[in-house]
């Protein structure tokens, strides 16, 4: 009858050791989750994502070109000009995303990356 006063004393320290692991789970699983719209892009699916907008340019300038070439019949001159001009918007839309890479999650600004 010596072990029962022992075997309730490590009881209470085993319930008591249960009940703080219980708060610190609580406190662990009580903070708010990130919503998917916030989450941070991986660089690799940034470098995707300025590769397709540059790729887009071009394939947008070179249908364009084309289209307008085969209506008027200068064959190379439009295809040419509309593929240059999709490079730049191509360009100039990847450094736009490219400043977007700094910028705090959910707070919009202008392209000057305030």
């Not at 690799?44 to 084309?66: D, Q, Y």
Request: hydrophobic share 40%.
């Amino acid at each position: 009858m010596a072990e029962e006063p022992d075997h309730e004393a490590e009881r209470a320290r085993d319930i008591e050791r249960l009940r703080a692991l219980e708060a610190r789970l609580g406190e662990k699983s009580a903070k708010p989750q990130v919503s998917r719209g916030e989450e941070h892009f991986s660089q690799a699916n940034m470098a995707w994502r300025m590769v397709t907008e540059l790729v887009a340019g071009l394939g947008i300038g070179f249908l364009i070109g084309f289209g307008l070439d085969y209506l008027t019949g200068w064959r190379p001159v439009f295809m040419v000009v509309f593929v240059l001009l999709g490079l730049v918007a191509g360009i100039k839309t990847m450094m736009r995303t490219a400043n977007e890479i700094g910028k705090k999650p959910g707070h919009s600004g202008d392209d000057k990356g305030e």
